[in-house]
């Protein structure tokens, strides 16, 4: 429940981040598509909640590295990716829920998988 609340309060941040600014930026030349930001960015709000709950920052540096690795991309393309498509407040607000919509459903996933809060007989009866 308490992760729940984190990602609702990063997505929230997020959005209201992206509605406190009037600023259009100029579509980049190497602007990442829609479908690969999406996945960085809810790459990075996970690496965000790893963050706070263990902020070891060489850990952090580490897979935020891996993170843009395994997309090919550098810092500064996601960066002014980010900015650009962060100055779309009503599209960034629906990229921002549909991140959030992912985070709830692996949340959900762990929950159904963990076997402390769902334990499963460790002996099977046979009858």
């Not at 990716?81 to 960034?92: D, G, I, K, L």
């Not at 159904?112 to 460790?122: F, I, V």
Request: charged share 25%; with cysteine.
């Amino acid at each position: 429940m308490w992760l729940k609340s984190w990602l609702g309060i990063i997505a929230l941040s997020f959005a209201l981040q992206g509605c406190s600014k009037t600023t259009t930026f100029e579509r980049p030349k190497n602007l990442l598509t829609e479908d690969v930001y999406m996945d960085v960015f809810y790459e990075m709000q996970l690496l965000k909640v790893l963050q706070f709950y263990h902020p070891a920052q060489d850990t952090v540096d580490s897979l935020n590295n891996l993170i843009l690795d395994k997309y090919q991309i550098d810092g500064e393309d996601f960066l002014t990716s980010h900015r650009y498509y962060q100055s779309q407040v009503a599209e960034q607000v629906d990229r921002v829920d549909r991140v959030l919509e992912r985070l709830q459903a692996e949340v959900r996933r762990f929950n159904e998988t963990d076997s402390l809060r769902n334990p499963q007989p460790s002996i099977k009866v046979i009858e």
